[in-house]
């Protein structure tokens, strides 16, 4: 995963990128007339609706890059016509990603703050009005 929110994994026939960005969730929401937090705790404990797992693979698709159409007939293909417990699990995988992250992302990889020194290595002291000394 990327600092973006997507994932990539396989799925279906293939190794697919799914992203939920900012429209996407709107529009998640919209269809599935819940929060994306809602919907992740409805896919968590079993409490699911169809669309809560279908949009959230379509939508992830399509925010992953993927032409709408091109989404569409995977989902079809792979959701609608397949057993419902299959897909859960993805679309849980999708949406945790772009509210907290992929959970095999490495953490602590990214760049730390190096605290402010003097020129002979010694730590500045604190400031007091919020200005370099």
């Keep these: 995963m990327s600092s ?9 026939d293939g190794e697919y990128r799914f992203r939920l960005a900012i429209g996407q969730l709107r529009e998640l929401q919209d269809k ?12 968590g404990v079993g409490l699911w609706r169809v669309d809560d797992v279908r949009e ?3 939508l992830g698709l399509i925010g992953g890059g993927m032409k709408p159409v091109e989404a569409l007939i995977l989902v079809k293909r792979y959701v609608d016509e397949r057993p419902w417990m299959e897909s ?16 095999n992302e490495p953490v602590g990889k990214g760049e730390v703050a190096t605290p402010a020194t003097e020129a002979d290595g010694s730590p500045l002291p604190p400031s007091t009005d919020g200005e370099p000394s």
């Design 4 to 12: 973006d929110g997507s994932i990539t994994f396989p799925w279906a």
């Design 32 to 43: 599935c007339d819940a929060g994306p937090a809602q919907i992740a705790h409805r896919l």
């Design 56 to 58: 959230t693979l379509r």
């Design 88 to 103: 859960v699990n993805p679309a849980q995988l999708v949406l945790m990603a772009a509210l907290v992250g992929d959970p």
